[in-house]
């Protein structure tokens, strides 16, 4: 990833590494502003218009594909509540984020993996779940999911070139969500940095279900029983880990 005149570009390898996706992150054109859809059609020439600036070599890229595309990245901030009642939300709905580090679809796997372990139908006293019971169900979800999704989304939003004065506010954004210990900014504000690599990857949803399912019958989870940073081993900075 490469920051130059407010302009970020992406490579990664796709298909067995026989495909490179690039991807050019720009402010969004007045004519493209309704292009929503991931498929939609642009032009080399706005490609290189965006790209203004950039090296030879580096503008010749587009050039190589037949195709561009072009589509909307929009966010929305966390939601404060994703349960009432008899009624969860899910999905995008909840966690809609910027495609940083490919969270929104990890993060729709993860609500999946929760949803399996708390409502196993073994799990109720009777089936149809009785409505108390369901709605305690339902609060469990949303102590497990909420914290770990809303932080996620305010990490896909966080520019890895920002301030020490910004990335504070960014800490104030994720303690409305998550009361634990935060990854170390220094070391992992990098958008790939090892802390934010264990953050993403190092979480075992069907883990921290099960620990929920302990208390459904009281439909609250205990303080410090929760882990949504895992541990990072680096010199004598041995933990980055926290626990509501």
């Known amino acids: ?116 372990v708390l409502f196993q139908a073994s799990t109720f006293d009777t089936l149809p779940p009785a409505k108390q019971e369901l709605e305690k169900r339902l609060g469990l979800y949303q102590q497990l999911r909420m914290p770990r999704s809303a932080t996620t989304q305010i990490l896909s939003s966080t520019n890895p070139m920002l301030t020490m004065e910004a990335l504070e506010g960014k800490t104030n954004e994720i303690r409305a969500f998550y009361k634990g210990e935060l990854v170390d900014w220094p070391l992992g504000v990098r958008s790939w940095s090892p802390p934010i690599q264990k953050f993403f990857y190092g979480y075992d949803v069907f883990e921290q279900a099960e620990k929920v399912m302990v208390y459904k019958d009281e439909g609250k989870v205990k303080e410090g029983v929760l882990k949504w940073f895992g541990e990072v081993e680096r010199g004598e900075r041995m933990k980055f880990a926290g626990s509501i």
């Open 1 to 116: 990833m490469s920051p130059s005149n407010d302009l970020t570009k992406v490579t990664y390898p796709c298909r067995n590494q026989e495909l490179l996706n690039c991807a050019v992150f720009h402010t969004t054109r007045a004519d493209e502003t309704n292009k929503l859809d991931w498929d939609s059609n642009t032009t080399h020439e706005k490609v290189l218009e965006a790209m203004e600036g950039c090296c030879d070599a580096v503008r010749h890229i587009p050039l190589t594909a037949e195709q561009v595309k072009v589509y909307t990245v929009t966010q929305r901030k966390p939601s404060p509540r994703i349960q009432k009642g008899r009624t969860l939300a899910i999905g995008d709905t909840t966690h809609h984020m910027l495609p940083t580090h490919a969270q929104g679809g990890c993060q729709a796997l993860e609500d999946a993996g929760a949803l399996e």
